[in-house]
């Protein structure tokens, strides 16, 4: 790391580093864990995509209440110790095949990323708050950031081989190994960030821990049974309503701490909800990585590898053999949806219905690509492809931070409310490449090129890297002292609710015959995003202007 940045970044960084290195590696093969209907649990896409949703929802819901936790009564360090342990175990336990491990192992993830997330991001804002190092808060959430990215690029490689040579459950059990390497490096640096770890006075302004949860968590709770009361769901699943619904209490809560806050504190907090309304559309669209993304790269993209590459890969175990045989372990329908009869997966043993000639993954090759009977081909994991947009914010990062660095010294360096605008219009364009490859495939008749995947994320990476870290930061500038850490779970509210809609577009891909439409949709989300950030851009300004 550089001199010039505190002693307690480094620290910081590989601790994020491993904790994300364990975070992805599980999300990576999630969806394709639970759709896998031979060693997983056979859902359809849309159940699938459903329960990954509301898993990241529920992931970045919980810092809501771990912000307000280490703000009040925990602290920092301790805070994070909790969080990082819970995901740990949480990991592991997912190697364990069955529907209550499950559930149990996504529980503990959800509530230990709670307790992690928001407060290691508030601790390197507060390590930051000095004079001397005020002025290097964007660049160090930038090279924090590119430290998650490093560990969400690393794993991919580690989740493919494991799972070819031992199956899902020794991936799983890597991911929690990768969290426990990030608290034991957390706790040896603490004393590089002890001084920042204060827990804040509570003001005359502030609800009590108990009125908080009595009137906050307590009706979410409630809230989020009222969907059980409709006859059918309003947005897609009962899960997805009883989540949105479950919000509306936590939402009414940050309108009421803008409404209770002292003037002089009402225009940050105002511009951070502002910000934080419009940010959800870049993740409902971003955090379909793990879905339709998933998805198009598993079935829509060619993945097999070159000739010159399968030595590397096979000594490796980063690619998976499929064989071209007259039937398949799994039936699937034109748009690679399992065929099911009265609720149940069929399989090949099955008598009932014609099966199809080849494998899943030979069903858009085209005839003259399609090996000889009985002959296998190498394919990358498709978990491999989680790996490239980590690795465009590894490569970018260097090139955004230069960027930014050479117009700061021409007093040309845009604020960061602007920033974010361009960043989301930035992420729109990146829908249109997934159109072009749509066309390019024959609306999925014939596999595309991996290179229209890459190029897709190349640009939504830019889009991020304009937008995310600059979130954390700017919520770390803006708020008032005694609240960073809640605003920070505010700023992973809004990541949440994204994480949802996410989910619930996903859901719809089997819906839509032409897929370019779902992508079009998409821009346009991101688009209108953009629009309205730019319209209340100049008052953003003038407040961060007053307040930074």
């Not at 998976?320 to 045989?325: D, L, N, P, Q």
């Not at 859901?507 to 015959?513: A, G, M, Q, T």
Request: net charge positive; proline share 5%.
């Amino acid at each position: 790391m550089k001199s010039n940045h505190p002693k307690a970044l480094p620290f910081l960084f590989f601790s994020e580093m491993w904790e994300r290195f364990g975070y992805y590696l599980m999300i990576g093969i999630f969806t394709l864990y639970l759709k896998d209907a031979d060693k997983g649990f056979g859902l359809s896409e849309k159940e699938a995509s459903d329960l990954y949703g509301t898993f990241i929802a529920l992931v970045f819901l919980t810092p809501f209440i771990g912000g307000l936790l280490a703000d009040r009564v925990l602290g920092y360090r301790k805070a994070i110790t909790i969080g990082g342990i819970l995901m740990g175990i949480g990991y592991c336990l997912m190697a364990v095949h069955s529907l209550a491990a499950l559930y149990l192992s996504m529980t503990l993830v959800i509530l230990g990323n709670g307790f992690f997330k928001p407060n290691i991001s508030t601790l390197l804002g507060n390590v930051y708050n000095s004079e001397e190092y005020k002025a290097k808060k964007d660049e160090g959430y930038n090279i924090f950031y590119m430290g998650i990215n490093i560990g969400a690029f690393v794993c991919n490689f580690f989740g493919a081989a494991l799972y070819n040579i031992y199956g899902w459950y020794a991936a799983f059990i890597a991911a929690g190994i990768g969290m426990f390497i990030g608290i034991i490096i957390f706790w040896i640096g603490t004393k590089h960030y002890a001084h920042a770890d204060v827990i804040k006075p509570k003001s005359d302004t502030d609800m009590s821990l108990g009125k908080i949860f009595g009137v906050i968590l307590l009706p979410s709770i409630l809230f989020g049974l009222i969907p059980l009361l409709f006859p059918s769901p309003l947005v897609g699943s009962v899960s997805t309503d009883a989540f949105l619904f479950g919000c509306i209490p936590v939402i009414f809560f940050y309108g009421r701490l803008l409404y209770k806050s002292p003037q002089e504190e009402k225009k940050p907090i105002a511009a951070m909800l502002a910000i934080f309304a419009v940010v959800i559309a870049f993740w409902a669209v971003f955090k379909q990585n793990g879905s339709t993304l998933n998805t198009w790269a598993n079935n829509y993209t060619d993945r097999e590898v070159p000739h010159a590459l399968v030595p590397v890969t096979n000594s490796l175990q980063l690619a998976e053999k499929i064989k071209y045989e007259k039937d398949s372990v799994v039936l699937v329908d034109n748009q690679f949806r399992p065929i099911a009869v009265d609720g149940r997966i069929l399989q090949k043993e099955d008598k009932k219905v014609k099966k199809p000639d080849y494998p899943a993954y030979f069903k858009n090759v085209k005839a003259s690509k399609k090996p000889k009977e009985g002959e296998e081909i190498s394919a990358f994991n498709t978990n491999l492809f989680q790996s490239v947009n980590p690795f465009w914010v590894i490569i970018l990062t260097p090139l955004v931070i230069a960027f930014f660095s050479f117009l700061n010294r021409r007093k040309k360096e845009p604020s960061t409310p602007t920033k974010i605008a361009f960043g989301l219009l930035i992420s729109a364009l990146s829908c249109f490449v997934m159109v072009g490859a749509v066309y390019a495939s024959n609306n999925g008749m014939e596999k595309s090129s991996a290179w229209w995947f890459i190029s897709s994320y190349a640009v939504i990476t830019i889009g991020e890297l304009f937008l995310s870290p600059m979130g954390l930061s700017l919520v770390s500038k803006l708020s008032p002292p005694r609240l960073t850490s809640l605003m920070m779970g505010g700023w992973f509210l809004a990541t949440s609710i994204g994480n949802k809609l996410s989910g619930v577009l996903s859901s719809l891909w089997d819906s839509y015959e032409a897929k370019a439409n779902f992508f079009y949709v998409n821009a346009i989300l991101l688009g209108c995003a953009a629009l309205l950030m730019f319209v209340i851009l100049r008052w953003l300004n003038r407040i961060f202007e007053e307040y930074k």
